[in-house]
Structure formats: C-alpha cells, structure tokens
C-alpha cells in the first residue's frame, strides 16, 4: 500500500474530529448569541443563524488544510540527498568465507 493509502484513514479520523470540535464551537456561540439575535431583525437573525450552521465544516476545513499543509510542504522539498549524503544508506559486510583474519569490505 501507498503512504497516500496509509494516511487516508488518519486524514478521515481528524476530519471527523474536526467537525465535532466545530460543533461544539457553533453551540457554545449559538447559546452566547441567543440573546443578542433575538434584538436583532430577520433578515440579519437569518444570515448570522445560517454563518453559524455552516462554521462547523468550515471550521473543519480550516483545521484540516492546516493539519496538512506542512506535510505537503516538507513532501515539495524533500531531495534525494541531504547535505550531499543519502537521506537512506544500506550498508553490507562481506568477508572471504574461513579467514578470520581476512578484513571486511564495507560498501555504502
């Protein structure tokens, strides 16, 4: 499986977490607004009611994009080579087979 196939679960989970935290937002706001929105006329009652029923996916969204931006980011500049190294080495050992004191060869 892909690391793309890997992360889409984890991208799901918080997704979903993200709109339950938006929802709990959008209820405390909507409870501290009550008040205040029952002064005010329909027309902008209708707008600030509709504001937050949607700030919940909004919101999710916004935590979502900044949860992955900097793994998109890191993925757009990452190189095959770090600091003129490899970023993976594989390293083997071989010797000639029933010489103890034959030295090893080390190929990186």
Request: contains cysteine; proline residues 7%; charged residues 10%.
């Amino acid at each position: 499986m892909s690391s793309l196939a890997n992360g889409i679960p984890l991208f799901l989970l918080a997704g979903v977490a993200f709109v339950g935290v938006g929802s709990f937002a959008a209820g405390l706001a909507s409870r501290l607004l009550r008040t205040r929105l029952d002064s005010c006329e329909p027309r902008s009652r209708h707008r600030a009611l509709l504001m937050l029923a949607a700030s919940p996916i909004a919101f999710a969204l916004l935590l979502l994009v900044s949860v992955s931006l900097p793994s998109l980011a890191s993925s757009r500049t990452t190189s095959p080579t770090k600091n003129g190294l490899p970023s993976v080495c594989s390293c083997t050992a071989s010797a000639r087979p029933g010489g103890a004191g034959a030295p090893a060869v080390i190929s990186m």
